[in-house]
T-cell receptor, first 115, second 116 residues
């Protein structure tokens, strides 16, 4: 069974440029998460989807970040424009459960460097 | 104050040593869940274990064991006879109620280096 797939694996951009990350969760997993992880830190939730509905986006910086999961399967996270402080690893995860009682399956992440 | 505290930032051991990673949590919820995840150098977080607040039985899985003690709000993780492949960052996490929702709160992680 395929795991959570993310692309690209690495992205280097100049500040003020847009960038997008893509995630395909495990088949059948209705819950999808986008996390940001800074060096030496734990993951920080950006947004959580139940199917196509964003049920928790309280930590998403909405002035420059946006996300979508139009058909309730794969998802895209966008930053426009990127800032130097956005350099981090962006992780996508999925789970079969919507109550955060079950384990999360993570992708390998996208390492973003903003120059 | 951290709700999930992993006091050890970095640990370095020699292969075959036993090592314990500490996790102390804080919650007012009566029904909560605790997790450990491993993040090897490849970057992908891997689930290791889940424990609910009503199950204080310790668990052993091969060289891994977990000690859950509600009295001290701790959920410590021990690796017996460590191996180089155990080198990774280990995260402890707490799932608790937040209003009508649940939140997953992560510790800052403990970086374990197992040297040959």
């Amino acid at each position: 069974e395929a795991g959570v797939v993310q692309s690209p694996r690495y992205k280097i951009i100049e500040k003020k440029q847009p960038v997008a990350f893509w995630c395909n969760p495990i088949s059948g997993h209705n819950t999808l998460y986008w996390y940001r992880q800074n060096l030496g830190q734990g993951p920080e939730l950006l947004i959580r989807y139940e199917n196509e509905e964003a049920v928790d986006d309280s930590q998403l910086p909405k002035d420059r970040f946006s996300a979508e999961r139009l058909k309730g399967v794969d998802s895209t996270l966008k930053i426009q424009p990127a800032e130097l402080g956005d350099s981090a690893v962006y992780l996508c995860a999925s789970s079969a459960d919507s109550l955060l009682n079950e384990k999360l399956f993570f992708g390998s992440g996208t390492q973003l460097s903003v120059l | 104050a951290q709700k999930v505290t992993q006091a050890q930032t970095e640990i370095s051991v020699v292969e075959k040593e036993d090592v314990t990673l500490d996790c102390v949590y804080e919650t007012r919820d009566t029904t909560y869940y605790l997790f450990w995840y491993k993040q090897p150098p490849s970057g992908e977080l891997v689930f290791l274990i889940r424990r609910n607040s009503f199950d204080e039985q310790n668990e052993i899985s091969g060289r891994y064991s977990w000690n859950f003690q509600k009295s001290t709000s701790s959920f410590n993780f021990t690796i017996t006879a460590s191996q180089v492949v155990d080198s990774a960052v280990y995260f402890c996490a707490l799932s608790e109620r937040a209003g009508n929702n649940r939140k997953l709160i992560w510790g800052l992680g403990t970086s374990l280096a197992v040297n040959p």
